[in-house]
């Protein structure tokens, strides 16, 4: 079995990514790696990058029978063939079998995934071949590696320095200056005629020092002198002299310098960078150069713009840039106004400060963690740098200078297989090797060949013997598998390119003609390739440019309403733009250069413009269903809409955005991922549009955790603005929520907080418990607007916000949010309760009631499920909360309304008011003897023993024996009625039974407590009970039941007082009741304790929980995997 593909996919617009092999392949397993898994034991570099953690795959192959002995001829028959997966975060192997066997050589992948790692092992056949027999048990002997020896003298992995090759071909001629001479020429271009260099004369002194002792009075004739001294190599400069210089820098510049004055400036602090480190550090300190940067009127021309890079390529320079003050300083320059090509030059600049501080970060003082993420960016940057004139060189001189590159100790693990390091052979690496050794060892390959190259570059003016011996290395390199990419890569850098184009015009007149000829056909470069391919006319029209769907956004902006036909322009510009915006992630400097020549406005206010007139479009299909046009309509607001959002996420690293304008963000995001949740509970059985809108929820979901991303240190936001995300998050649903969808707003609220809250983390060392104890102060932050959405949200959606911030709080710097929503929730009920009115009408006490038992379930859950131990225990001593728990539970004993999360309550509360005072644990046991005749009678008559302690620290002065037993007699009937042979822990049961029935008896005056409606049939059934499952309690029960009076009849007043009404079926409620309910005017005997709170939240949580639609599920079985995760750890944890 060979390894037939390995790579990571990224689905196109479909989700389709398609794999070819070029020659027939029996496709025997499929495995996809996981993110950061390592693919193979022994290979570095190979990890996976599979994401999101969880999606579905549909897997399609052509199958084309394969000859056997048995039929050489089978059918030409080609069929497609599919297989479904489901991938859930880990490495998943798939063996692929097909009978009779069939080869292949076409995959096809589809899905909703963003990224698939995967690797694909098979067999491959030849054209023709017949399906081989099959393998037998012989050990499968492999064969032998091939070598791809190079002489020592060019074998750049044994030298203990990379460019001792280009040091020995050019100590050939004598007349040849240091290799160091000419990398720096290669920067300077300086021209003399003897040749491309002119090194200072050492008997005239050093140019800077004669420079200081320069006559000349003009600034400008003295700061032309200065460049001109510094295109040379200087030897080291010590501090004074580099002071001295400075000063004279800065009286040239004055208070004001003009246009050309910064450009002679940005010349000297191009070549300086060239020099020594104290130059450097004397100009960096003392010459405020970041004032300069930051102003985009100056950059004029790309030459300005090439001395600028080589002034921040260099690692103090670099350094002193990135720091989070001279950011932010230098972006202050987005606000200027200055031309288009100025701004455009401009921005690239930004991007470079910030990717040359990466690169030297590499080497400096990253962790190792940090290289693993960091280093594929710099590697692309690197790659796709070396394309600009200007950068190839300047590069090469920072590799040159930086230590541990050029001269990389030969005996260093790293190096032990050179082979697998450059060659690309198949052999492994040592498990000591770091990903940043092997970025260290490629870095001294290149320069190994740069230096080469700049051999070929100095010699030729006129080509000599140095010449020919340099492309016959280069020759040499480029037959060799692995190290041939990097003598291609480095042969295509312009200043390189352009030598070798020159050589091979002179192939008749030299052999390094000749040679240089055979070098580019060897690397399969043509010497027109890198020029300006000359246009056609084609019969088809051109593609629209970018910059006309620039126009088409800003006209929309423009426009005082959308309509059908704008919608549509938007969602095809969007397209393009996302799709040029995902090409370079790192990069997207023509959007924003485009966008600067097209239009008058940034791209990312546009966009944001944008994205506020769709959601304002799409506010008008929320209140009714779609019909069939209405349907096309939304699909392309839909498709816009993520588009849009998309190219925002992206835009995001890129964009300084003002407060305002992340407020503004922030509430769109919000409010289109309630309105999609609006569109979903009206139109479910259109699938096209419920795909779609799932697909935009998730789109906004990951636009606000990309606002909400937290720098490295996690003290602050990464993004300006992004502290007002979870302010903007809780307060759309009261601006926007109207009567008839307001369950809909507050649910979708919470959903929207809880997905963007971050995972707890079980390690409190780790960083992430950092952000973690920084989204809790975030939380703290916005304690008020938390209260208002938990005081109305639905239970289930409150039991899982809940339990999240719970989670959140866990860590060893916890605040107690837990206690926080105990207390804040039992003031709330303490609210409630005190609105109950005992002589109101039963529509009205239905909605009271109602509201109530909502509250009190809440309690039950939070004690029960959400909160700990300890923490429960701590609530409920506090007198306070006792006093609440009284009056609540005496109002709906009164009231005849024991509903099940009334009994659940009192379940929760049993363990902890063993000590509590006697009316709360003989109301407890009211409403658990009550709660024994609802639907989950067991669970409240197992919380009754632990209530039941001696009768003169239980009975209390209002307590009415005869009311109470009957309660005992019905709950012990209601117990008999519903055993059957799925109880669980009958044991238990029985022994709670005798148990109640013996404390009973241990009343100072047993026949006082009469238990009626307790007939001889309800004795019968409890003995048998008890006798089948506890038999060494049946002399116990005996004794008691000959003690207690007992009868079969239960008096009307009795079964009045008694009655319990647990589905509200008497309590019905209409819109007047409702209003009446709310009313704030206190009646006439109202008992009424708590005034209202002043925010009323007793009127919204009326209107939101007693609505006549049921809160939606935010799933659906067409809903995309990566938000049904999402909302299956969030929203659906059972609780």
């Not at 009408?841 to 109530?852: E, N, R, S, T, W």
């Not at 004993?893 to 009316?919: I, K, M, S």
Request: glycine share 4%; hydrophobic share 40%.
């Amino acid at each position: 079995m060979s390894l037939a593909y390995f790579g990571t996919l990224t689905p196109g617009p479909s989700g389709v990514a398609t794999i070819r092999f070029s020659v027939p392949v029996i496709l025997q397993t499929f495995r996809i790696v996981p993110n950061r898994v390592s693919a193979f034991k022994h290979v570095r570099g190979c990890t996976g990058e599979t994401s999101p953690s969880q999606f579905s795959l549909k897997i399609y192959s052509n199958a084309s029978m394969l000859p056997t002995e048995t039929e050489p001829k089978p059918k030409a028959t080609n069929t497609l063939l599919c297989t479904q997966l489901d991938y859930v975060d880990e490495m998943l192997d798939w063996k692929f079998s097909i009978t009779p066997r069939a080869s292949s050589r076409l995959v096809i992948v589809q899905g909703s995934y963003e990224k698939l790692t995967i690797a694909i092992y098979g067999r491959f056949l030849p054209e023709g071949s017949v399906e081989p027999p099959a393998p037998t048990l012989a050990p499968t002997v492999l064969p032998p590696v091939a070598t791809h020896a190079l002489p020592r003298s060019i074998d750049v992995s044994i030298l203990p320095n990379s460019s001792q090759t280009a040091k020995s071909l050019l100590m050939a001629n004598t007349a040849n200056p240091p290799l160091r001479h000419i990398l720096h020429s290669l920067l300077c271009y300086v021209t003399t005629p003897e040749g491309p260099f002119d090194e200072w004369d050492e008997s005239n002194g050093n140019p800077l020092e004669r420079l200081l002792e320069s006559d000349t009075i003009d600034a400008v004739e003295l700061m032309q002198e200065a460049v001109q001294a510094l295109r040379k190599p200087l030897p080291e400069i010590d501090e004074s002299t580099a002071t001295q210089f400075t000063s004279v820098v800065n009286e040239s510049l004055g208070e004001n310098p003009d246009t050309y004055t910064c450009k002679l400036l940005f010349e000297i602090l191009g070549y300086a960078s060239l020099q020594s480190d104290s130059l450097v550090k004397a100009l960096l300190f003392g010459i405020t150069s970041v004032t300069y940067l930051a102003d985009p009127r100056l950059l004029e021309d790309d030459i300005v713009s090439k001395h600028i890079e080589r002034w921040i390529s260099h690692p103090l320079v670099a350094q002193n840039l990135n720091e989070p003050s001279m950011r932010e300083y230098m972006l202050g320059g987005r606000d200027q106004e200055a031309a288009p090509e100025n701004m455009a030059r401009w921005e690239q600049l930004q991007a470079s400060i910030s990717q040359w501080g990466e690169f030297h970060s590499v080497f400096d003082y990253m962790e190792e963690e940090d290289v693993l993420e960091r280093l594929p960016q710099v590697s692309r940057w690197l790659r796709s740098s070396l394309s600009v004139p200007h950068f190839g060189p300047t590069l090469i001189w920072r590799l040159w200078n930086r230590p541990n590159i050029v001269e990389f100790s030969s005996d260093d693990p790293v190096l032990s297989d050179y082979h697998n390091l450059i060659l690309g052979t198949r052999h492994f690496l040592p498990d000591s090797v770091s990903l940043l050794d092997l970025f260290r060892a490629t870095l001294k390959a290149y320069m190994g060949v740069a230096a080469v190259l700049s051999v070929v570059w100095w010699s030729r003016f006129p080509p000599d013997a140095v010449a020919c011996r340099a492309l016959s290395v280069l020759k040499l390199w480029a037959e060799s598998d692995g190290i041939c990419e990097i003598v291609r890569t480095l042969s295509l850098v312009p200043v390189f390119y352009e030598a070798l184009s020159e050589l091979t015009v002179d192939v008749p007149l030299h052999k390094s003609g000749l040679y240089a000829q055979q070098l580019l056909e060897a690397l399969n470069v043509s010497v027109d390739e890198n020029e300006a391919p000359v246009s056609e006319a084609t019969a088809a029209p051109e593609p629209p440019q970018l910059s006309g769907h620039l126009e088409v956004m800003a006209q929309i902006v423009e426009l005082h309403e959308l309509d059908d036909i704008a919608v549509k322009r938007v969602n095809v510009a969007s397209q393009r733009i996302l799709r040029l915006a995902k090409e370079t992630p790192e990069e997207p400097w023509s959007l924003f250069t485009d966008a600067h020549q097209s239009t008058s406005k940034t791209l990312m206010l546009t966009q944001i413009e944008v994205f506020g007139k769709l959601s304002d479009y799409m506010d008008k299909f929320v209140e009714t269903p779609l019909d069939a046009t209405s349907s096309s309509v939304m699909a392309n607001l839909l498709a816009a809409l993520v588009n849009v959002a998309e190219t925002v996420s992206l835009l995001l690293p890129h964009s300084n955005l003002p407060s305002r304008t992340a407020r503004s963000l922030a509430r769109l995001a919000t409010s289109v991922f309630i309105s999609c949740d609006l569109i979903l509970s009206r139109n479910r059985r259109q699938t096209q549009v419920v795909e779609q809108s799932h697909v935009v929820r998730e789109t906004c979901i990951q636009l606000l955790r990309t606002f909400a991303t937290l720098n490295e240190t996690y003290s602050a936001f990464q993004y300006p603005g992004a502290e007002h995300v979870l302010h903007q998050v809780l307060s759309v649903w009261l601006e926007y929520g109207t009567k008839d969808s307001m369950h809909i707003y507050v649910s979708q609220t919470a959903v929207l907080l809880e997905l963007l809250l971050p995972l707890p983390q079980s390690n409190p060392e780790d960083a992430l418990s950092l952000a973690q104890d920084f989204w809790v102060r975030e939380v703290v932050r916005v304690m008020h607007q938390l209260e208002q959405l938990l005081a109305v949200l639905p239970p289930r959606h409150w039991t899982s916000l809940a339990l999240r911030l719970v989670e959140l709080d866990g860590g060893n710097n916890s605040i107690g949010l837990g206690p926080w929503l105990a207390f804040n929730e039992l003031h709330t009920l303490r609210a409630l309760v005190g609105r109950v009115i005992l002589d109101a009408d039963a529509g009205k006490l239905a909605v009271m009631l109602h509201v109530a038992d909502r509250s009190i379930g809440l309690l039950g859950t939070l004690l029960r499920d959400v909160l700990r131990d300890e923490t429960a225990g701590l609530i409920i001593k506090d007198s306070r909360v006792v006093s609440a728990l009284v009056q609540c539970f005496e109002l709906l004993v009164d009231n005849h309304a024991t509903t099940n999360a009334t009994a659940g309550l009192a379940a929760a509360l049993a363990p902890y008011a063993t000590d509590e005072p006697r009316a709360l644990r003989r109301l407890l046991v009211t409403v658990l003897l009550r709660g024994c005749r609802s639907a989950t009678p067991f669970s409240s008559l197992l919380a009754i023993p632990t209530l039941l302690v001696p009768h003169r620290t239980f009975a209390t002065r209002d307590m009415d024996l005869d009311v109470f037993g009957t309660d005992i007699s019905l709950a012990l009937i209601a117990i008999c009625a519903a055993w059957n042979e799925n109880v669980q822990s009958p044991i238990e049961v029985c022994e709670a039974l005798v148990h109640i029935l013996e404390w009973v008896t241990e009343y100072e005056d047993p026949t006082s407590i009469h238990l009626h409606g307790f007939g001889q049939q309800a004795v019968d059934r409890i003995r048998a009970l008890t006798l089948e499952h506890a038999p060494d309690r049946v002399s116990a029960l005996d004794v008691s039941l000959a003690i207690i009076a007992s009868s079969e009849d239960v008096p009307d007043d009795l079964k009045a007082a008694t009655e319990v009404h647990f589905d509200g079926t008497p309590f019905t409620s209409t819109l007047a009741d409702l209003r009446s309910a709310t009313n704030r005017k206190q009646p006439q005997g109202s008992r009424e304790s708590t005034p209202p709170p002043t925010h009323g939240p007793f009127d919204i949580l009326a209107l939101a929980s007693i609505s006549p639609r049921a809160p939606t599920s935010p799933v659906t079985p067409t809903a995309p995997l990566t938000l049904t995760k999402m909302y299956s750890q969030n929203e659906f944890r059972s609780v």
